[in-house]
Nanobody, 124 residues
Framework: VQLQASGGGLVQAGGSLRLSCAASGRTLNSYNLGWFRQAPGKEREFVALITWPGVGTSYAVSVKGRFTISRDNAKNTVYLQMNSLKFEDTAVYYC??????????????????WGQGTQVTVSS
């Protein structure tokens, strides 16, 4: 599975961005999908996940209520809608995929496939 993330950019605090992650090589059917982020000097951290086919979601405490993860299985794409952005949301955002299941895996090492990352910069 090849993943291509896009949609990052520079936005003022309080603004919104929508990230997309399109898959190629094979369908994302049966895969659970996640978004992670990594700020300079920090470890990569979990942001959100969505299970197959899209019923279950989970969010990091820091983004809950502001970010929404969704997937369009027909388009083989996962999205991250980010609202009320804060300076501390600044990071490189990565999409990831793992074989499906009902367990909500939030660890980096639980995901086998990764996109290349897209930079999100929030100005204060």
């Amino acid at each position: 599975v090849q993943l291509q993330a896009s949609g990052g950019g520079l936005v003022q605090a309080g603004g919104s961005l929508r990230l997309s992650c399109a898959a190629s090589g094979r369908t994302l059917n049966s895969y659970n999908l996640g978004w992670f982020r990594q700020a300079p000097g920090k470890e990569r951290e979990f942001v959100a996940l969505i299970t197959w086919p899209g019923v279950g979601t989970s969010y990091a405490v820091s983004v809950k209520g502001r970010f929404t993860i969704s997937r369009d299985n027909a388009k083989n794409t996962v999205y991250l809608q980010m609202n009320s952005l804060k300076f501390e949301d600044t990071a490189v955002y990565y999409c990831a995929a793992r074989s499906g299941g009902s367990v909500y895996y939030t660890g980096v090492n639980h995901y086998a496939y990764w996109g290349q990352g897209t930079q999100v910069t929030v100005s204060s």
